[in-house]
């Protein structure tokens, strides 16, 4: 594989693991499911590039921190996906940070009038 090659593939799995954040942070069982599968493609080529050793050159090095940087950030969204959890008001989601955010439950209110 040439660095031009390996340079392609890391830059293939950077944005699959974009979609998979982009799923990751508004989390649906679908969105869970897809993820797993684009995850499996990210790793197929992030063997690519491992499998001649390492990235060499620099612009290889930063697309790997990059995507090191990016695989962190999906980590953090699936360490969490475990609290994924649908409130009747609506739909559990995360911030950019990787943090849970569940939506408000809907305020009611009785008023007694005698």
Request: proline fraction near 5%.
């Amino acid at each position: 594989m040439t660095p031009a090659d390996r340079l392609e593939s890391a830059s293939e799995a950077r944005a699959i693991i974009g979609t998979v954040i982009s799923l990751l942070e508004n989390p649906t069982v679908e969105a869970l499911d897809r993820s797993g599968v684009e995850l499996q493609t990210a790793t197929a080529r992030i063997e690519e590039i491992n499998k001649d050793g390492l990235a060499s050159g620099a612009p290889l090095r930063s697309a790997v921190t990059a995507l090191r940087k990016d695989l962190q950030r999906a980590a953090l969204l699936l360490r969490h996906a475990w609290e994924f959890r649908a409130a009747a008001g609506g739909q559990a989601a995360y911030t950019p940070r990787g943090e849970l955010t569940a939506p408000l439950a809907p305020i009611s209110r009785l008023e007694l009038r005698g």
